[in-house]
């Protein structure tokens, strides 16, 4: 895994990132989680498919996951809890992706810093605590806080909101295409990770 040398483009009014696989290596715990529960319910959930749905909220998985399975699930919310639950208790294997928090620590205090993730607020607050970088952001942007969610661009915009940034002007990092297009249609500059995650 190499540190990448990135500066911020002139101009620059505000750093958004997402959370999962951005900043905090969570995604072998969220894929233990999301196999404890799927399994029960005989929905398979191939690991390439869950990284390529990353970004969009558990509800939004379950539904799209049962469906094309033709399993009937008659409450997503407790499957939504049970799986979010689940991730908490492998909490403690998170880390730092270190790349990319070396970044915010670059900007930390020069430029407004938001988080704006798919996840939930509880468990996206818990991760930043874990990671121990949640009070370097000046906005935190979750599931509950936007009718759309990932590719649409309602996260991002409102992150640039609550930062007072002019969208345009704004800045994303995020691993996955959904997140990616997300910022395309923000009007936003993405900058896909990957490159800089060794999974």
């Known amino acids: 895994m190499s540190t990448p040398h990135w500066t911020a483009p002139a101009g620059t009014a505000g750093l958004i990132f997402d959370c999962d696989g951005t900043l905090a290596d969570t995604m072998p715990a969220h894929y233990k989680a999301w196999l404890a529960l799927l399994n029960r319910f005989n929905i398979p959930f191939p690991e390439p498919r869950f990284y390529a749905m990353g970004g969009m909220p558990t509800a939004a998985i379950i539904r799209v996951l049962a469906a094309e399975v033709g399993v009937e699930v008659a409450d997503v919310d407790a499957m939504v809890l049970e799986k979010e639950r689940c991730f908490l208790t492998h909490l403690d294997a998170v880390t730092r992706v270190e790349p990319v928090t070396a970044i915010a620590t670059a900007y930390r205090g020069k430029l407004p810093m938001a988080v704006a993730s798919g996840g939930y607020r509880d468990t996206i607050t818990r991760t930043l ?25 309602d996260v991002f915009l409102e992150a640039a909101r609550r930062l007072g940034a002019v969208a345009e002007l704004c800045v994303v990092f995020e691993d996955t295409d959904i997140g990616l297009e997300a910022a395309r249609r923000a009007g936003m500059l993405g900058i896909d990770v990957r490159p800089w995650v060794t999974r």
């Not at 121990?132 to 590719?151: G, L």
Request: glycine share 0%; net charge negative.
């Open 129 to 153: 605590d874990r990671i121990a970088v949640r009070d370097w952001f000046d906005a935190m942007v979750t599931a509950e806080d936007t009718a759309r969610h990932k590719p649409d661009p």
